[in-house]
């Protein structure tokens, strides 16, 4: 009886103790840098969704094999994550990746080349409301399971996968907006403590959730922001903000064939072609968009590298124009005024293509120009050397040749066109100085005078007839002026500089000449000229000028042959006078000698 009470005693007090003495763990995710990390190193960095897809595919597959969380073999057994099932760290990874995979694969959709169409915007939908569903089920596991950063990086997660499934549905943007502004204060919040790592990608976040929620102010009417000032705020880059680039982009299309609409007409040098196809326009139309960004008044304010971006934005919709105007020439009839517009609307569209294209060449001549002037000062930039100039200078000519080539291509032209070819010319005239001028560069420091001498003045004389041609002209030239003008003075600076220079190395090569003449000797026991070394008292340079290629002479190598003492040399002569004990004693007898028949058989 004792023993049946003090069993039941223990059985009560058992889960007493259990619940009283132990402390359940809270588990720890830095959200935001594991999910940044893994973006960036599958895919991501380089919008490629589908990489990404595949990565959280495999990540969960090894996830599940890990954790013994399979679905069954063979027939498919559904196993629910609850709160019970949460035992580790890892299962809450697979809730996190299974969302991310779920919203990899919608973004795969919405990165499409025409975009999705009906039923596959419907399928992104649905991954989306996805996506949104194990985020939420994440954040609910992380407040009971997780501690409080945790729980505010996944509220913030949620919140954030809320507002882009309303972004992509269009519809409810004051819900989309607190979501977004939700999630922001949440991670301007975290990037006020923590390591500096996590700081910075904090603050990343609140940058690329900035556009969206300014884009949803200006759905609801809060905004005043113009459609040019929603492309801008777009620059940033970031995964977060692709669907809304994607957004915009249709937004911008839209916008584009409603206006495109009321474009009938393209003019160029006083011609005026009729534009009919739809498609056409819109290319057009979009290339002359971006062409305000680069020739408007902050133009200068923008970096070179995101100037060079807008140029191939503008190749691509003017190579598309062409597309479609060649697609309508191989379709239309035999009509032959349909035929010349069209032909006319290619060539012109051909034309400004060609501009568009020398204009992104001498911007690129700027960017080197700026870098062969500090080379010296950035120690980590590529070096630039004047033949890359003259590479450019080539591509100048041949496109000035191209475009005016095309201009006086054609039966009747107007005085536009002739004014246009003339400028051409002149600007041909212009690149061949400036190219001129670069080869002469280049041959001096190479460390040839003469030829370098001689190329300046063939510069400076090509620099002089172009600023003089362009001086005739009405229109506002007065940049190429001005860049003719500094030219012309830096040939005649760099001529004198380069006579000098060949003076004074002739006259150094007639005086190192006479010297080693004056050091000749006969018997060779003097060298033509002494190593550094053997001259420190001599302030006398042993590499030679930085201009021309020479061997330096610090130390001869390998060390010439010196006479040494030798270790004295000892001959043993006592040995052959030394009489040594008979061993004919210790010697080995021959027995075969004594033995007989069977000795000698047997031995």
């Not at 009560?12 to 588990?27: G, L, M, Y």
């Not at 595919?57 to 094999?65: E, I, S």
């Not at 459609?227 to 977060?240: T, Y």
Request: hydrophobic content about 35%; overall charge positive.
């Amino acid at each position: 009886m004792g023993k049946e009470s003090r069993a039941s005693a223990m059985e009560i007090d058992a889960p007493k103790s259990t619940s009283s003495d132990q402390i359940v763990p809270k588990f720890s995710i830095n959200v935001l840098q594991l999910l940044k990390s893994a973006q960036m190193q599958h895919g991501l960095r380089h919008g490629d969704y589908t990489r990404y897809r595949r990565y959280c595919t495999a990540r969960l597959r090894r996830l599940y094999k890990s954790l013994k969380f399979t679905h069954g073999r063979g027939k498919y057994a559904k196993k629910a994550l609850t709160e019970s099932t949460v035992t580790e760290v890892r299962f809450l990874h697979v809730i996190l990746y299974t969302a991310e995979r779920a919203w990899s694969h919608a973004m795969e959709k919405r990165q499409l080349p025409n975009g999705p169409n009906a039923r596959q915007r419907i399928y992104l939908i649905g991954r989306l409301r996805k996506a949104v569903k194990w985020a939420t089920l994440f954040s609910l596991l992380c407040a009971v399971k997780a501690d409080s950063r945790t729980s505010l990086e996944a509220e913030a997660y949620e919140s954030y996968m809320k507002g882009s499934l309303l972004f992509e549905q269009d519809q409810n943007w004051d819900v989309a907006l607190k979501n977004f502004k939700s999630a922001r204060a949440v991670y301007e919040e975290l990037g006020k403590y923590g390591d500096l790592d996590n700081q910075v990608l904090c603050r990343e976040r609140v940058e690329e959730l900035e556009p969206s929620i300014r884009y949803c102010l200006h759905k609801i009417g809060q905004s005043n922001l113009q459609a040019s000032e929603l492309l801008q705020i777009g620059d940033v880059e970031g995964p977060a903000l692709d669907l809304f680039k994607a957004k915009l982009e249709a937004a911008m299309a839209e916008a584009r064939s409603q206006q495109a609409a009321s474009m009938t007409e393209f003019i160029w040098l006083g011609h005026r072609f009729p534009i009919s196809n739809a498609k056409t326009r819109v290319s057009i139309l979009k290339s002359q968009e971006l062409e305000k960004d680069v020739h408007g008044p902050l133009a200068d304010s923008i970096p070179a590298d995101k100037r060079l971006v807008i140029f191939d934005k503008i190749f691509s919709a003017y190579h598309e124009a062409r597309g479609y105007i060649r697609a309508d020439l191989a379709t239309t009839g035999s009509t032959e005024s349909v035929k010349d517009d069209l032909n006319g609307l290619d060539k012109a569209v051909s034309a400004v293509l060609g501009e568009r294209t020398i204009e992104r060449n001498l911007l690129l001549v700027k960017v080197a120009k700026s870098k062969l002037a500090n080379r010296h000062d950035d120690k980590n930039e590529k070096l630039t050397k004047p033949e890359e100039l003259v590479r450019l200078y080539d591509l100048l000519l041949q496109n000035t040749a191209d475009l005016s080539d095309l201009v006086n291509s054609g039966r009747d032209k107007k005085p536009e066109e002739v004014s246009f070819a003339e400028v051409c010319s002149y600007k041909s005239l212009a690149f061949r100085a400036q190219r001129c001028f670069y080869v002469a560069k280049s041959y001096s420091v190479a460390g040839k005078r003469a030829e370098a001498y001689a190329l300046y003045c063939r510069a400076h004389n090509l620099a002089d007839d172009a600023l003089k041609k362009f001086q005739m002209l009405d229109g506002d030239n007065k940049i190429m002026m001005k860049e003719l003008e500094d030219l012309c003075n830096e040939c005649r600076s760099n001529s004198c500089i380069e006579h000098a220079s060949g003076i004074m190395e002739e006259k150094k090569t007639q005086e190192n000449l006479s010297e080693r003449v004056s050091n000749i000797s006969l018997t060779g026991t003097e060298r033509l000229e002494k190593f550094l070394l053997e001259k420190l008292d001599v302030y006398e340079s042993a590499v030679g000028d930085s201009n021309v290629k020479c061997t330096p002479r610090i130390a001869g190598f390998p060390p010439a042959f010196q006479a040494i003492s030798r270790n004295p040399i000892v001959l043993d002569l006592a040995y052959n006078m030394i009489e040594f004990p008979p061993i004919e004693n210790r010697m080995k007898k021959d027995r075969k000698a004594k033995g007989g028949l069977i000795s000698r058989i047997f031995g």
